[in-house]
């Protein structure tokens, strides 16, 4: 910066037009407030510049500088821990603290599932709840017959109804959950998530820019109810979407973890329970052979 502004200069200039200098030389990539990379041809700053290999030393020794930034770290602290706050009070107890909990591919995918929740991705957490119902399936059909089996989801269901090894009231909580959930997250149907769920809106229209200062009558006139709202389907508004859904993916995903909360321990009593595992330990062949083993 003080390159542009020495000496004289400097003083004439006081402290606006040396925040618009300020702004200038900030990356350009949008809400980035990054120095610009004085070796970028696109004004763009050292982590956004694409030109860059990802080894290069100089980029390596920002980042160093970045991590110890404290401000920044403390910064994102503090959104998590007022999420962690907000939402854990809806959450079931960690199931650690329940039950011993024997199965470590599932306690680790059971952790993604309600991390995520603490940090508030709630869209990440609804995904990965299909990916833990998908496992539980698959653990199912793998100490019950020995297959790793591949199919999908729905597969994975007809085998198991197929075969009885699940109770009919879980087959249907699995195939709603299937239909109803799963499915349209892990493909991002933002239209069938949203179908038939109306929200309230604030209906505006504006000519030309929209001012602060009209933004502010209008918030006044939503306050003193001159403003009435409307209720929409946010599923046939591309721009009420986002928002939309937002809301919705954390109503939903609190709810619904319950319910895979509890499957979960269901199916650890009623499918994967320790009998189930010694007949499967049973029945499959043992790969090591047995002077591998130290004895005890
Ligand atoms: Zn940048």
């Not at 606006?16 to 200098?21: N, T």
């Not at 030393?57 to 503090?78: H, M, Q, S, T, Y």
């Not at 994975?156 to 075969?163: L, M, P, V, W």
């Not at 499918?271 to 002077?291: A, G, Q, T």
Request: charged fraction near 35%; glycine fraction near 4%.
């Amino acid at each position: 910066m003080k390159t542009y502004l020495g000496g004289k200069a400097l003083k004439s200039l006081q402290t606006i037009p040396f925040r618009i200098l300020m702004v200038n030389e900030k990356c350009k990539y949008r809400g980035c407030d990054e120095d610009i990379w004085e070796k970028s041809d696109e004004n763009l700053c050292i982590f956004h510049d694409p030109q860059l290999d990802k080894k290069n030393p100089e980029k390596i020794k920002k980042l160093v500088e970045k991590c110890r930034n404290k401000d920044e770290v403390n910064k994102i602290k503090r959104i998590l821990y007022q999420n962690v706050e907000e939402v854990y009070c809806f959450l079931p107890p960690p199931i650690s603290e329940l039950m011993d909990f024997p199965i470590p591919k599932l306690r680790s995918l059971y952790q993604d599932c309600y991390q995520t929740l603490l940090i508030g991705r709630y869209n990440a957490s609804i995904v990965l709840m299909g990916v833990l119902v998908e496992a539980i399936c698959k653990e199912r059909i793998k100490i019950k017959s020995g297959e790793d089996f591949q199919g999908p989801l729905g597969q994975c269901i007809n085998k198991i109804e197929s075969e009885n090894w699940m109770k009919y009231k879980d087959i249907k909580f699995l195939r709603g959950f299937k239909d109803e959930i799963r499915n349209k997250y892990q493909h991002f149907d933002e239209f069938e998530i949203l179908k038939g769920k109306f929200f309230e809106v604030y209906p505006l229209k504006f000519e030309k820019n929209l001012s602060p200062k009209k933004l502010k009558k209008f918030i006044k006139k939503i306050k003193t109810g001159e403003v009435k709202s409307s209720y929409v389907e946010a599923a046939n508004i591309h721009g009420l979407r986002a928002p939309a859904k937002k809301t919705y993916d954390k109503y939903l995903a609190i709810a619904l973890f319950d319910q895979i909360h509890f499957f979960l321990i269901n199916s650890l009593i009623r499918y994967l329970s320790s009998e189930d595992y010694e007949e499967f330990h049973e029945k499959s062949e043992n790969p090591l052979s047995e002077d591998l083993y130290y004895k005890l």
